[in-house]
């Protein structure tokens, strides 16, 4: 029997996961020893017959269950990267043994005393700040747990969060199914309309389906150009009922029967914490900190928006006149219309601009990007074995030297995720001598040759990068404030903010080159693509607040048991006034931010919050006239490096000399002249 490598010392580069060794037998046996050991661990603090001090509670917990981190941070990015039957049936086996796990030690009653003890004479323990601030997160972190609640409540605490661990499995793995299995083929004759670089990802997943001719699938890198290009109405109609209905179909995999028991035992748990409901409950440890609050941002937006794509409406109807399209415009017709229009009006067609997207040369853009603004090196590391041929690996240096280790899985293929995402193998800390990061950014572009990206494409990968870039630069003591682990409102910002280097003409003169001749981006097509930038943001902006609204919505209902989910979204979007050709970006049972985990449940507005931030805080470099100015990103690189260790709006404010408002999101969005 071959020996299980999550109990070996890892003699990898970096000690990255061997992957090439880890196979899903090894997991069950790994989780289960890793969960014993922690227990092991919280046992013997709670045990510690001295009085609770900092450092045999706080720093002990931080030091514990380092074997289950190894082994669960390398299976939830492999079931999410990789996917497979094999990996699905351990996430359903331990989903709810994660659950109980996390359960033991949060409501454990001898380390809550223990907590509760150090956070009530916290003043007298003369506590470095971000010690202090560990003391206090840690403390509430698991009051809202429910360690607090006594008896039969803490019990019931217990059970609804087991509960939703096996829903939210269930509900991840039901749309990764729908995916999975459905695909539109075509035949050469259903091709109108489509570039050669849709025609080229088309034909490449019906290889990897083993089907003839050519195929669209369920990944957003592939339905949605079709949706832009084809001019078969009628397949455009077919290919985006079934991408709304993921989650929405009869039989075991049907999401629509798991909602409302999600929310109904979210809002039980809230009310438990005496809460009204699970958003104010959520809400109660953001930056937006309250309902009124995030309606405020929404209602403003929203009003704005909704009023452009109305105008936007009226300017794809006329097109589609021209097509013979008498009545109203259609979901399934919106993209397509509107990238003839945005053709037409400021010359850009798609199909001519996408030949400049080489993923490679957009990924070594993000990389030289931050370089210039912290002083990062990137060198490819082909000596570190991947999970799949997919991934590539690179060691990030800075003039002090090894920073961290950065991966990237760029392609879309069945049975992966959908979606774009960062995640970490291992965060860094220096709790114990200093422990750098191996961060991972997962993409599903569409594979051809060369991979062409769009343009929104190019910005999901600048996106993710400044996710990484939040996990590599972090410079924290202790493991629980690293990188990314602050508040869900607040863990856009970084992302969302390197956005806006894509945008810089420099980078696209560099980095923007044909991928056949080697030529850069032509001035004329950059600086019309820099002016349609604010093109179609009414329908943008529409999609994805609608989405974020019925999130809010869904999670104050003050009775979602018996919820009619469809009835109840159908009702929300005609009170908003949703424009009837445009459909929420996320719909009820395909809406995994929501019900695959609760990571942005009652969350989802976050983007349009960090929005807010990243609009004004790009700001201090434009003021400053260089979007590389040093003092800026020296200011910028202070908020990535300080992870959860000071208040978020305190930390932004340093960066900006003062507090956001929402006037730059909606002027970024070309939306300010209808702000109300």
């Not at 993923?359 to 999970?387: C, H, V």
């Not at 991979?451 to 629980?480: I, Q, W």
């Not at 607040?490 to 980095?511: G, M």
């Not at 032509?522 to 693509?529: D, G, K, Q, Y």
């Amino acid at each position: 029997m071959s020996t299980n490598p999550f109990f070996e010392a890892w003699a990898t580069p970096f000690g990255v996961p061997p992957f090439e060794r880890i196979r899903p037998e090894h997991y069950p046996a790994a989780l289960d020893r890793g969960m014993a050991e922690h227990l092991a661990d919280i046992a013997a603090i709670t045990g510690n017959p001295a009085p609770p001090s900092f450092a045999n509670t706080i720093e002990a917990l931080e030091r514990s269950g380092s074997l289950f981190e190894r082994v669960a941070s390398v299976f939830a990015n492999l079931v999410s990267s990789l996917g497979g039957e094999a990996l699905q049936a351990i996430e359903t086996d331990f989903a709810p043994k994660f659950a109980q796990h996390g359960n033991r030690i949060s409501l454990d009653p001898a380390l809550f005393a223990r907590i509760d003890a150090l956070f009530q004479q916290r003043d007298q323990l003369g506590l470095a700040p971000e010690a202090l601030r560990l003391l206090e997160r840690r403390h509430l972190g698991v009051v809202r747990a429910g360690a607090a609640l006594q008896g039969a409540a803490k019990a019931r605490m217990a059970e609804i969060a087991e509960r939703l661990a096996v829903l939210h499995t269930a509900f991840g793995q039901n749309v990764v199914h729908d995916e999975k299995q459905w695909h539109l083929a075509l035949g050469a004759d259903d091709l109108d309309g489509l570039p050669g670089f849709v025609i080229e990802g088309a034909r490449q997943a019906a290889a990897e389906r083993g089907v003839a001719g050519y195929a669209i699938t369920l990944a957003r890198s592939s339905i949605e150009p079709f949706l832009t290009f084809s001019r078969r109405r009628d397949l455009r109609k077919t290919a985006h009922a079934a991408w709304v209905a993921r989650g929405a179909h009869d039989g075991p995999h049907d999401n629509r029967i798991l909602i409302p028991e999600i929310l109904a035992l979210r809002a039980e748990r809230a009310r438990l914490l005496g809460y009204a409901s699970y958003a104010a409950f959520r809400l109660a440890d953001t930056m937006a900190a309250s309902e009124a609050n995030v309606a405020r941002l929404t209602d403003a937006v929203w009003e704005a928006a909704r009023h452009r794509a109305e105008q936007e409406a009226a300017g794809l109807l006329e097109v589609a006149r021209g097509d013979g399209i008498n009545g109203p415009l259609e979901k399934w017709d919106w993209l397509h219309f509107a990238e003839r229009v945005r053709a037409s009006e400021y010359a850009i067609d798609e199909a001519e601009l996408k030949p400049y997207f080489v993923l490679e040369n957009i990924q070594q853009a993000a990389f030289d990007t931050a370089s210039r603004l912290f002083g990062l090196s990137f060198e490819a590391r082909p000596d570190i074995a991947g999970y799949h041929p997919d991934m590539r690996a690179w060691e990030v240096r800075d003039a002090d030297g090894h920073v961290g280790v950065f991966l990237a899985d760029n392609y879309a293929r069945a049975g992966k995720r959908s979606g774009a995402w960062m995640s970490s193998f291992r965060d860094q800390q220096g709790l114990d001598g200093a422990v750098s990061p191996i961060i991972i950014n997962n993409n599903n572009f569409a594979r051809g040759t060369p991979s062409l990206l769009s343009y929104d494409d190019a910005e999901t990968l600048f996106h993710e990068f400044g996710h990484a870039l939040h996990g590599l630069l972090s410079k924290v003591h202790y493991p629980s404030q690293s990188g990314t682990s602050v508040r869900r409102d607040f863990v856009e910002f970084p992302s969302q903010i390197y956005e806006h280097w894509l945008a810089v003409p420099a980078t696209l003169q560099r980095y923007a080159l044909h991928h056949e001749t080697g030529a850069a981006l032509p001035v004329a097509l950059m600086e019309r693509l820099l002016a349609a930038q604010t093109f179609n943001q009414g329908f943008a902006t529409v999609e994805y607040t609608a989405s974020a609204i019925l999130d809010m919505a869904l999670h104050a209902h003050p009775d979602p048991a018996a919820l009619d989910v469809a009835e109840f979204e159908r009702d929300m979007l005609a009170r908003i006034g949703m424009p009837a050709a445009i459909g929420a970006r996320h719909r009820p049972a395909h809406f995994q931010h929501l019900f695959a985990g609760s990571g942005y449940a009652a969350g989802y507005y976050s983007y349009l919050w960090a929005e807010v931030l990243d609009a004004d805080g790009f700001g201090a470099f434009e003021a400053a006239g260089d979007p590389f100015d040093p003092a800026a990103a020296a200011r910028l690189r202070r908020i990535l490096e300080a992870g959860d260790t000071r208040d978020p709006m305190d930390l932004y404010i340093e960066f900006r000399g003062a507090a956001p408002s929402t006037e730059a999101l909606l002027r970024h969005r070309g939306l300010v002249a209808l702000a109300p």
